[in-house]
């Protein structure tokens, strides 16, 4: 429900006042916050196309909504429950962030804050435990959007005592009953999620909207980098940018990759042996490009380097340098 009705601008009494007969969307939709959220998302974001053409749809319809509300036309909320399912560091918690300033912006929710929750944070280990810690993430959630990330893990059918169950009990029925107070987001591996749904169908009915992330491009997780570095006042060398494009190339196909994520951790250890390298030369003075500058001996000498054929086969790449 909006909690932004519309008030007619007119020095008569309200209860009489004509609807409007025109609209400025463009003015409606800034006002809102619409397009300084989408132009953030982009900004945030690369790549990512379909996604971020999904959102747009879905904050088109809920601007149209507001302004059939406006317009004194039937004007019914629609479902906004949502699944995004995608590999880890695919920026499903970035999109739930704006999608949330966007659900506030037009007042389909009171708050737009997000919280964001694990089984480990609805789902008790003894019996009596679990609806309690449910009900308080839903009131601390309640206004805004619950993010549930790797929803699969809800509830554990090859555990008879497990109680996980109980927590999506209570979560479809504040799904239902106050979808107008809560926007619940589920999260997770794309195949997970459409074994979870078929267990669980009552999910399924109540959600509106599935998004699917895709990996990321090599050349996209290049520009995250770049991007990374230079948000944090850093630069590639030539050479630099050539030992990072192979890096990408050799990581991206070992275990546990992971998107943006890895890239930014990568970007972190880069960061950490460009001050290795600068300080082991204590008496040399620095300049403020030596300070920018990432050379490839900064990348080179990761382990994905050294060893990769050996990291691929025993997955001893969870944290590589």
Same mark, same amino acid.
Request: aromatic content about 8%; glycine content about 6%.
């Given at each position: 429900?909006?909690?932004?009705?519309?008030?007619?601008?007119?020095?008569?009494?309200?209860?009489?006042?004509?609807?409007?007969?025109?609209?400025?969307?463009?003015?409606?939709?800034?006002?809102?916050?619409?397009? #300084?959220?989408?132009?953030?998302?982009?900004?945030?974001?690369?790549?990512?196309?379909?996604?971020?053409?999904?959102?747009?749809?879905?904050? &088109?319809? +809920?601007?149209?909504?507001?302004?059939?509300?406006?317009?004194?036309?039937?004007? &019914?909320?629609?479902?906004?429950?949502?699944?995004?399912?995608?590999?880890?560091?695919?920026?499903?918690?970035?999109?739930?962030?704006?999608?949330?300033?966007?659900?506030?912006?037009?007042?389909?929710?009171?708050?737009?804050?997000?919280?964001?929750?694990?089984?480990?944070?609805?789902?008790?280990?003894?019996?009596?435990?679990?609806?309690?810690?449910?009900?308080?993430?839903?009131?601390?959630?309640?206004?805004?959007?619950?993010?549930?990330?790797?929803?699969?893990?809800?509830?554990?059918?090859?555990?008879?005592?497990?109680?996980?169950?109980?927590?999506?009990?209570?979560?479809?029925?504040?799904?239902?009953?106050?979808?107008? /107070?809560?926007?619940?987001?589920?999260?997770?591996?794309?195949?997970?999620?459409?074994?979870?749904?078929? &267990?669980?169908?009552?999910?399924?009915?109540?959600?509106?909207?599935?998004?699917?992330?895709? /990996?990321?491009?090599?050349?996209? +997780?290049?520009?995250?980098?770049?991007?990374?570095?230079?948000?944090?006042?850093?630069?590639?060398?030539?050479? #630099?940018?050539?030992?990072?494009?192979?890096?990408?190339?050799?990581?991206?196909?070992?275990?546990?990759?992971?998107?943006?994520?890895?890239?930014?951790?990568?970007?972190?250890?880069?960061?950490?042996?460009?001050?290795?390298?600068?300080?082991?030369?204590?008496?040399?003075?620095? &300049?403020?490009? /030596?300070?920018?500058?990432?050379?490839?001996?900064?990348?080179?000498?990761?382990?994905?380097?050294?060893?990769?054929?050996?990291?691929?086969?025993?997955?001893?790449?969870? #944290?590589?340098?």
């Amino acid at each position: 429900m909006l909690d932004r009705p519309y008030q007619p601008n007119s020095d008569a009494d309200p209860a009489n006042a004509p609807f409007p007969s025109s609209f400025d969307l463009r003015k409606e939709a800034e006002a809102a916050g619409i397009t #300084a959220t989408l132009q953030e998302l982009d900004r945030e974001l690369i790549g990512l196309k379909p996604v971020k053409s999904r959102v747009r749809q879905i904050a &088109s319809l +809920l601007l149209i909504e507001r302004i059939r509300q406006q317009a004194g036309l039937v004007a &019914s909320p629609p479902t906004l429950h949502m699944s995004f399912t995608g590999n880890p560091g695919t920026g499903k918690t970035t999109v739930a962030l704006r999608m949330a300033k966007i659900l506030h912006g037009l007042g389909f929710v009171r708050r737009g804050h997000v919280i964001s929750v694990t089984r480990d944070d609805l789902v008790g280990q003894y019996i009596g435990h679990t609806a309690p810690k449910t009900k308080e993430i839903l009131k601390k959630a309640m206004g805004g959007v619950l993010f549930i990330d790797e929803a699969y893990y809800l509830h554990r059918p090859d555990n008879e005592r497990d109680y996980g169950q109980e927590a999506i009990e209570i979560l479809l029925q504040v799904m239902e009953n106050q979808r107008d /107070d809560l926007v619940v987001i589920l999260a997770g591996y794309g195949e997970r999620m459409t074994s979870f749904f078929a &267990s669980n169908p009552g999910f399924r009915s109540r959600i509106a909207h599935h998004i699917e992330f895709p /990996d990321y491009a090599e050349t996209e +997780l290049f520009a995250i980098a770049e991007m990374m570095l230079q948000e944090r006042g850093y630069r590639f060398s030539a050479a #630099a940018r050539e030992a990072f494009i192979r890096y990408i190339a050799l990581r991206s196909r070992q275990p546990f990759f992971s998107n943006a994520r890895s890239i930014r951790n990568a970007v972190d250890r880069i960061r950490l042996r460009q001050a290795d390298r600068l300080v082991a030369d204590i008496d040399r003075m620095l &300049s403020v490009a /030596d300070l920018e500058t990432i050379d490839a001996a900064d990348i080179l000498t990761s382990r994905v380097f050294a060893c990769p054929a050996l990291e691929a086969q025993t997955g001893e790449v969870s #944290a590589p340098r």
